[in-house]
């Protein structure tokens, strides 16, 4: 959706220069069009097969975003009662919300029974206690299932695997029909899936696929058990090409690659895509303030920095760099890096790009899912906007943060 014409960077038919221009960078700026495509995409292949599409929130939470998915009918995977709000906020359906994550509190238990979600996908027994408790004092049954750790190396990242033996996340898959089992106890639980996530930024689904099939032996022996298991949820983890290297399975490919095992299964099939909806969708524009030549290096100072995305400081993240405008010119190498008075502060380093010139605009590809999300107020920095393009019209969705934002809440 992001392509050149007449040598100038469209985010479908708008121009982005025109939206640097009228905005103020930086800038975040989403395509509806790649959201609502790649949300299409995971439809589509899953068609035929009883489906629910929970996107998962903290890859990006921007209202507009969840709206324009709510609207398509999707459904949301939670991390926390400020995500479902958010969801709430935005019109999605809570029948379709799942909640995810170690540490729920009983705040956000409550207030996600009450809302009426459709399921808790639970890491440990004392949270099913927990649960089993509120739901109790509300006089509802609470559907859950458990997230396993099905013990398979998502081979990325090691901050963004999470299906290991020795990671924080989910309960031993070899340990789960026992817990299965110690949760009848529970009167106002019901069992009624097997999650897992494995991981983030997975280019080869091969490990993905082996963990479905755990999962689904163990549905099977669950419901040998008497557990009415009727969901499967293989959460997300889809990787995306940050790069012309990253060889990332299409959307289709990969669903079709998991397809023989769901079909007949008797079984809804949920799934938890974050960053394969959102990743590509997204830019940040940013304006060249000054370049810098030390003795060891050249740096691009832009007026972007850490605290806007934080990817390429906390994971070493590639995002490509396009100008706004294209134009022959001086190839260099050098570091982009922001205003943040820390050495972590850089978008890219020892980067081939044309020379820019001081007031150009560039954009940070890729950067639609844990862009904005991670955003923070660090140096004081308000965090930018964030603008939506629907074909050839576009719309601010979240102003600029103001001085006045930035000490909100605060007393001398
Ligand atoms: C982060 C997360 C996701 C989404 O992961 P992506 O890599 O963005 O697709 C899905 N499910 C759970 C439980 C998560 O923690």
């Given at each position: 959706?992001?392509?050149?014409e007449n040598?100038?960077?469209?985010?479908?038919?708008?121009?982005?220069?025109?939206?640097?221009?009228?905005?103020?960078t930086?800038c975040y700026?989403y395509?509806?069009?790649?959201?609502?495509g790649a949300?299409?995409?995971?439809?589509t292949?899953?068609?035929?097969?009883?489906?629910?599409?929970?996107y998962?929130v903290?890859?990006?939470?921007?209202?507009?975003?969840l709206?324009?998915l709510?609207?398509?009918?999707?459904?949301?995977?939670?991390?926390?009662?400020?995500e479902?709000?958010?969801?709430?906020?935005?019109?999605?359906?809570?029948a379709r919300?799942?909640?995810?994550?170690?540490?729920?509190?009983?705040?956000?238990?409550?207030?996600a029974?009450?809302?009426?979600i459709?399921?808790?996908?639970?890491?440990s027994e004392?949270?099913?206690?927990?649960?089993?408790?509120?739901?109790?004092r509300l006089g509802?049954t609470?559907r859950?299932?458990?997230?396993?750790?099905?013990d398979?190396?998502?081979?990325?990242?090691p901050?963004?695997?999470?299906g290991?033996?020795?990671?924080?996340?989910?309960i031993d898959?070899?340990?789960?029909?026992?817990?299965?089992g110690?949760?009848?106890a529970?009167?106002?639980?019901?069992a009624s899936?097997v999650?897992?996530h494995?991981?983030?930024?997975i280019?080869d689904?091969?490990?993905?696929?082996?963990?479905?099939?755990?999962?689904?032996d163990?549905?099977?022996r669950?419901?040998?058990?008497?557990?009415?298991?009727d969901?499967?949820?293989?959460?997300?983890?889809?990787?995306?090409?940050y790069?012309?290297a990253?060889?990332?399975p299409?959307?289709?490919e990969?669903?079709?690659?998991?397809?023989?095992?769901l079909?007949?299964?008797?079984?809804?099939?949920?799934?938890?895509?974050?960053r394969?909806?959102?990743?590509?969708?997204?830019v940040?524009?940013?304006?060249v303030?000054?370049?810098?030549?030390?003795?060891?290096k050249e740096?691009?100072?832009?007026?972007a920095?850490?605290?806007d995305l934080?990817?390429?400081?906390l994971?070493?993240a590639?995002?490509?760099?396009?100008p706004?405008r294209?134009e022959?010119?001086?190839e260099?190498?050098?570091?982009?890096?922001?205003?943040?008075?820390?050495?972590?502060?850089?978008?890219?380093?020892?980067?081939?790009?044309?020379?820019?010139?001081?007031?150009?605009?560039?954009?940070?590809?890729?950067?639609g899912?844990?862009?904005?999300v991670?955003?923070s107020?660090?140096?004081?920095?308000?965090?930018?906007?964030?603008?939506?393009v629907?074909?050839?019209?576009?719309?601010?969705?979240r102003?600029?943060?103001?001085?006045?934002d930035?000490i909100?809440?605060?007393?001398?």
């Amino acid at each position: 959706m992001f392509h050149y014409e007449n040598e100038q960077l469209l985010c479908e038919q708008t121009g982005l220069d025109e939206i640097a221009r009228a905005t103020g960078t930086p800038c975040y700026v989403y395509s509806s069009a790649a959201i609502l495509g790649a949300y299409r995409a995971y439809h589509t292949a899953l068609s035929g097969i009883p489906h629910v599409i929970c996107y998962a929130v903290k890859a990006n939470s921007t209202l507009a975003v969840l709206a324009l998915l709510a609207k398509e009918g999707c459904g949301f995977d939670i991390v926390s009662g400020g995500e479902l709000y958010r969801v709430l906020k935005a019109g999605g359906d809570p029948a379709r919300v799942v909640f995810s994550g170690v540490g729920k509190t009983s705040e956000e238990i409550e207030f996600a029974l009450r809302s009426g979600i459709c399921n808790f996908n639970c890491e440990s027994e004392g949270e099913l206690a927990e649960i089993d408790a509120v739901a109790g004092r509300l006089g509802v049954t609470a559907r859950f299932s458990l997230r396993v750790n099905p013990d398979v190396d998502a081979v990325t990242h090691p901050y963004i695997s999470t299906g290991l033996r020795d990671h924080k996340f989910g309960i031993d898959i070899a340990d789960a029909p026992a817990v299965y089992g110690r949760a009848r106890a529970f009167t106002n639980l019901r069992a009624s899936g097997v999650s897992c996530h494995i991981g983030s930024q997975i280019l080869d689904y091969a490990p993905i696929l082996e963990a479905a099939g755990k999962v689904l032996d163990l549905i099977e022996r669950l419901r040998a058990e008497g557990h009415g298991i009727d969901h499967v949820d293989l959460g997300g983890g889809l990787g995306i090409a940050y790069q012309e290297a990253d060889n990332a399975p299409g959307i289709g490919e990969f669903i079709a690659a998991l397809r023989g095992r769901l079909e007949g299964a008797g079984l809804t099939v949920m799934v938890e895509p974050g960053r394969s909806i959102v990743g590509n969708a997204g830019v940040l524009l940013t304006k060249v303030l000054y370049r810098k030549q030390s003795p060891a290096k050249e740096f691009v100072i832009v007026d972007a920095a850490m605290n806007d995305l934080i990817r390429p400081a906390l994971y070493k993240a590639h995002h490509e760099i396009l100008p706004l405008r294209r134009e022959a010119g001086l190839e260099i190498v050098a570091d982009v890096v922001g205003p943040v008075c820390e050495t972590g502060d850089f978008l890219a380093r020892d980067r081939s790009l044309t020379a820019p010139r001081q007031g150009d605009f560039l954009a940070i590809a890729s950067a639609g899912a844990y862009g904005f999300v991670q955003a923070s107020n660090y140096n004081s920095r308000p965090r930018p906007a964030e603008v939506l393009v629907e074909g050839g019209e576009w719309r601010v969705v979240r102003k600029r943060e103001t001085p006045e934002d930035l000490i909100n809440g605060e007393t001398l």
